[in-house]
Structures are given as C-alpha cells and as structure tokens.
Nanobody
Framework: QAQLVESGGGLVQPGGSLRLSCVAS????????MGWFRQASGKDREFVAT????????TYAASVKGRFTISRDNAKNTVYLQMNNLKPEDRAVYYC????????????????????WGQGTQVTVSS
C-alpha cells in the first residue's frame, strides 16, 4: 500500500520561509515523479511544482517560480518543497502527490495524472 506522509506546514509571516517534506513508502521511489499542489479555502486545487523521477527537471507554477524550490532525495524516499518569500496568497493546504512508473523526462502538471496523495499540510501566511 502506497503512502505519502507530509510535514513542515505551519504559520509564518509574509516574507518568511517554510520547508515541506513528504516521505513516500510502498512503491519504488526512483521510478516516481513527484509533485506539490495546493488548495486555498473556497478555491480549486492548483499546481505548484513537480520534479521528474531522476530529479533532472523541475517545473513551477508562475505564481511561485523564483520563490519555491522542489527537490528530492531518492535515498530517503523524500521530496521537499522549500518556500521562500512567502506571501499571504500562498496560504493553502499543500498536498504531496506521486506518479508511479513515470516517464523519465516527462513533467506532470495535471492533478489527474497522479496516483497517490498525501493528507495535506496547512500553510498559513499572516502578519
């Protein structure tokens, strides 16, 4: 049974930073593309970032590009989202997601392309 366990959410002031972590189990992580999505209250879920199975290619939503960094450590079966210069509009529940048996050079930006999802972690940006 595949499982994604997230951590790192919390409350931060505008301009601050948080680092989200997601540990995957139950599948071969090295063949898995990983992504982060978020959903603000009353809004649709939106794409944030994704990283290819080998970590070679990262893709970001325009709203976070230059501020957020996705990375992975396959030895630890873990994907990270480093969030810098956080803004109030970044407030949302952030979800880690996995695409198993992913193509090597393909970036997945649609939520319905992914197979498993974490429980979500709340990120609140407020002064």
């Amino acid at each position: 049974q595949a499982q994604l366990v997230e951590s790192g959410g919390g409350l931060v002031q505008p301009g601050g930073s948080l680092r989200l972590s997601c540990v995957a189990s139950g599948r071969t992580f090295s063949s898995t593309a990983m992504g982060w999505f978020r959903q603000a209250s009353g809004k649709d879920r939106e794409f944030v970032a994704t990283i290819t199975r080998d970590g070679a290619i990262t893709t970001y939503a325009a709203s976070v590009k230059g501020r957020f960094t996705i990375s992975r450590d396959n030895a630890k079966n873990t994907v990270y989202l480093q969030m810098n210069n956080l803004k109030p509009e970044d407030r949302a529940v952030y979800y880690c997601t996995a695409k198993y048996q992913a193509e090597l050079y393909r970036s997945y930006v649609r939520g319905d392309e992914y197979d498993y999802w974490g429980q979500g972690t709340q990120v609140t940006v407020s002064s």
